[in-house]
T-cell receptor, first 118, second 108 residues
Framework: DTEVTQTPKHLVMGMTNKKSLKCEQHMGHRAMYWYKQKAKKPPELMFVYSYEKLSINESVPSRFSPECPNSSLLNLHLHALQPEDSALYLC?????????????????FGAGSRLTVL | QKEVEQNSGPLSVPEGAIASLNCTYSDRGSQSFFWYRQYSGKSPELIMFIYSNGDKEDGRFTAQLNKASQYVSLLIRDSQPSDSATYLCAVTGNQFYFGTGTSLTVIP
């Protein structure tokens, strides 16, 4: 299994809603990532989990709350979002973290969750 | 802040031609370099990675790395309309740093 699975594919929510994005991988990867991507822009790193511990938080607003229940799962909890948070949210995983690069530490992306905040 | 620069394009080439995509990076300590392809509305998919100076070939794709010049490129031979996409260069430091991407259009 060489896939990163993200659900839901599309999500529409109001500014007062609470929702979650889910990500799952079964490649034995020990690093998992959340990226946010706006149209015609590169992926923007939000969070990195390494060995199930949060290792990087790129100063993301607290209305985004990540969770890593185990080595295969990564969630992103959403609450009180703003319309400007509408974007494609990408989950990714890698064998190890970038700083431990070993020549094959490739970032594998899921298909993404398209979020629209009304 | 580590910087990864790419020409945003758009780059247009006729079908069958060679497309050349370029990327420069600021951190001399960067160890590995990746090229991702992203179709509109889809997620990035890995084309190839390179970590040693020189060329690396995979089918119609060749990645070239010159660490002294802090430069990595991707050549696409015999370009096809299906190659039309945005190509993202990524470089590792303590995380993966992405360039802004180059939009490529292959004209039939």
């Amino acid at each position: 299994d060489t896939e990163v699975t993200q659900t839901p594919k599309h999500l529409v929510m109001g500014m007062t809603n609470k929702k979650s994005l889910k990500c799952e991988q079964h490649m034995g990867h020990r690093a998992m990532y959340w990226y946010k991507q706006k149209a015609k822009k590169p992926p923007e790193l939000m969070f990195v989990y390494s060995y199930e511990k949060l290792s990087i938080n790129e100063s993301v607003p607290s209305r985004f709350s990540p969770e890593c229940p185990n080595s295969s799962l990564l969630n992103l909890h959403l609450h009180a979002l703003q319309p400007e948070d509408s974007a494609l949210y990408l989950c990714a995983s890698s064998q190890g973290v970038a700083a431990q690069f070993s020549g094959a530490n490739v970032l594998t992306f899921g298909a993404g969750s398209r979020l629209t905040v009304l | 802040q580590k910087e990864v620069e790419q020409n945003s394009g758009p780059l247009s080439v006729p079908e069958g031609a060679i497309a050349s995509l370029n990327c420069t990076y600021s951190d001399r300590g960067s160890q590995s370099f990746f090229w991702y392809r992203q179709y509109s509305g889809k997620s990035p998919e890995l084309i190839m990675f390179i970590y040693s100076n020189g060329d690396k070939e995979d089918g119609r794709f060749t990645a070239q790395l010159n660490k002294a010049s802090q430069y990595v490129s991707l050549l696409i031979r015999d370009s096809q309309p299906s190659d039309s996409a945005t190509y993202l260069c990524a470089v590792t430091g303590n995380q993966f740093y992405f360039g802004t991407g180059t939009s490529l259009t292959v004209i039939p």
